[in-house]
């Protein structure tokens, strides 16, 4: 983080600093398997815990063939900010896998997963790491870990038939289209019903999320992935779309609307735009076609520190990744919690426990920016430094 832009508006002593500025604890393990015949499967695998001030290192396993012990960093520094902002009572963490999935049937995938928690087994036992899926895994594999570690807190994420929550696979989106009414009734000044959505990613985190916001009456007009997308003006059957996806794994070719890149997606002249896809998806070769007035971050990092000034300075409001996707965390918070009380969570229990930790935070973030006259990204990072320096202070960390 760029500690240099917040310190003007909040206290964040030289000791707190230093602990901020680098992670705690880096694992890097090598997993290996013998597949079929002599074929050996390696992954290297990568565990940081970037804070625990908090409490234990909270976040995903990344599943990809790309990822890097960079960016495993990156992901559990924005879990430290996404759990403080919300007053989750966990730290930052994360873990990368580096493996394609495409590659793995489920045997090996379920011996690769094995193997994983062999690896950390220690992180898991004690509780100092609680993992759950992120891009590339699934409820499933959270199922396979608990499998291995018979503790039901050891993971979050899990299938609601193995102690998972009702209504965890629907979290996130459920909080990014929150955030999106609270974004509009704040700066737009009107609910989101009747205003024009175009969302980037029809994964878990998207495609939950035109649900939740076609149901309030939001047009989803436009839906794109890795090859392309739908746009339809008066609006796209977002049912019908989820089914069509379902099926066919794709949205490119659904019959509700025309089809555009994802290049058009991101310049389409809407109220709100939400890249749920992946990192990077706005940048400083493309910020400034943006025409929406409101962009929410349903992905982790999709705009580039580029694109983030660009945005500034045309003064489209960023709700940051942190505040809007953390409907997934918050939603483990409740998880995690059942799993060592024994007690058990409606569906719309889920839902409230999410809005009831983001409409206090989304109120913090938008007071500071206004006060400060800064954007929503770093006053919700000033917000969640000084929950952490609290945290610091309490643990006589400095
Ligand atoms: P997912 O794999 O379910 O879906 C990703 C979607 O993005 C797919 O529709 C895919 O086609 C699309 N996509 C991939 N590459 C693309 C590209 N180059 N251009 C456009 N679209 C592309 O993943 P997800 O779980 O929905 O996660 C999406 C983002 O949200 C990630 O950044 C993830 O870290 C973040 N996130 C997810 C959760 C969660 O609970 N799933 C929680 C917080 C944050």
């Given at each position: ?32 398997l013998?597949?079929?015949?002599e ?8 565990v ?15 599943l ?7 960016d ?7 879990m ?18 580096c ?24 992180e ?8 759950a899926p ?32 009702p ?5 996130t989106?459920?909080?990014?289209a ?43 007009i ?31 070719g ?24 992946i990192e ?11 025409r ?13 520190p ?17 505040l809007?996707?953390?409907?997934g ?17 409606s569906?719309?229990?889920t ?12 109120a ?22 000084s929950e952490?320096v609290q ?8």
């Amino acid at each position: 983080m760029d500690f240099e832009k917040i310190l003007p508006h909040v206290e964040i002593p030289p000791n707190a600093l230093r602990l901020l500025s680098k992670p705690e604890r880096e694992l890097r393990v090598n997993l290996s398997l013998l597949a079929d015949g002599e074929q050996m499967i390696e992954a290297p695998c990568y565990v940081v815990y970037h804070s625990t001030c908090r409490g234990p290192a909270k976040g995903g396993i990344r599943l990809s063939a790309g990822v890097t012990m960079e960016d495993t960093r990156a992901l559990a520094e924005l879990m430290t900010w996404k759990t403080a902002l919300v007053g989750a009572p966990f730290g930052g963490g994360k873990s990368g896998i580096c493996c394609d999935p495409r590659s793995l049937g489920q045997f090996q995938r379920t011996a690769l997963i094995k193997e994983y928690v062999h690896a950390i087994r220690s992180e898991l036992d004690s509780g100092a790491y609680v993992p759950a899926p992120d891009l590339g895994t699934r409820p499933r594999d959270m199922a396979v870990i608990y499998g291995e570690t018979h503790r039901l807190e050891t993971v979050t994420g899990k299938p609601p038939s193995v102690g998972g929550l009702p209504g965890r696979n629907e979290a996130t989106g459920y909080g990014v289209a929150f955030a999106a009414g609270a974004a509009c009734r704040e700066f737009l000044g009107r609910d989101i019903a009747g205003l024009k959505v175009a969302v980037q990613g029809f994964g878990n985190v998207g495609s939950w999320t035109c649900k939740f916001l076609a149901d309030a009456g939001a047009q989803i007009i436009a839906v794109a992935t890795k090859r392309a997308g739908v746009h339809n003006d008066a609006g796209l059957d977002i049912s019908a779309m989820r089914k069509y996806a379902g099926d066919s794994g794709q949205v490119e070719g659904f019959k509700g609307g025309d089809e555009i890149s994802n290049a058009d997606l991101l310049a389409m002249k809407c109220d709100v735009l939400i890249p749920a896809a992946i990192e990077c998806a706005l940048t400083g070769a493309n910020a400034e076609k943006v025409r929406a007035k409101i962009v929410i971050e349903g992905a982790n990092g999709p705009a580039t520190p580029e694109a983030d000034v660009i945005l500034d300075r045309m003064e489209i409001r960023v709700v940051p990744d942190i505040l809007a996707n953390s409907g997934g965390v918050i939603a483990s918070y409740v998880e995690w919690r059942n799993a060592k009380s024994g007690s058990l969570t409606s569906e719309t229990e889920t839902y409230e426990a999410i809005r009831e930790r983001m409409t206090p935070a989304f109120a913090r973030m938008t007071q500071l920016a206004a006060e400060r006259r800064i954007s929503l990204r770093l006053a919700a990072r000033a917000v969640a430094c000084s929950e952490l320096v609290q945290a610091m202070r309490d643990r006589a960390w400095i």
